[in-house]
Nanobody
């Protein structure tokens, strides 16, 4: 059974940092393109970043230079390092393949507020 479990969210002040983790089971992160998505209240879920099996990365313009996606194949886990956080980064963050084809996990809430 495939399962994605996101963690690492929380409340942080503007300018702060968080590192999100996505622990995968029943599938291999290393052979998939993995993505981090987010959904803010009242908005559609959007792709924030993705990383290919060859470790190529891509980011939505709004997070370029601030976020970094990576993966640890030995731990079968994907990560999203988020720096210089802004209030507009507030959302529930999810991981999935890109394009997404797996069941969505519960996500992890990120709240950026002073």
């Amino acid at each position: 059974q495939v399962q994605l479990v996101e963690s690492g969210g929380g409340l942080v002040q503007p300018g702060g940092s968080l590192r999100l983790s996505c622990a995968a089971s029943g599938m291999r992160v290393s052979i998939n393109t993995m993505g981090w998505y987010r959904q803010a209240p009242g908005k559609q879920r959007e792709l924030v970043a993705h990383i290919t099996s060859g470790s190529s990365t891509n980011y939505v313009d709004s997070v370029k230079g601030r976020f970094a996606i990576s993966s640890d194949n030995a731990k079968n886990t994907a990560y999203l390092q988020m720096n210089s956080l802004k209030p507009e980064d507030t959302a529930v963050y999810y991981c999935n393949t890109f394009p997404s084809y797996l069941p969505w996990g519960q996500g992890t809430q990120v709240t950026v507020s002073s």
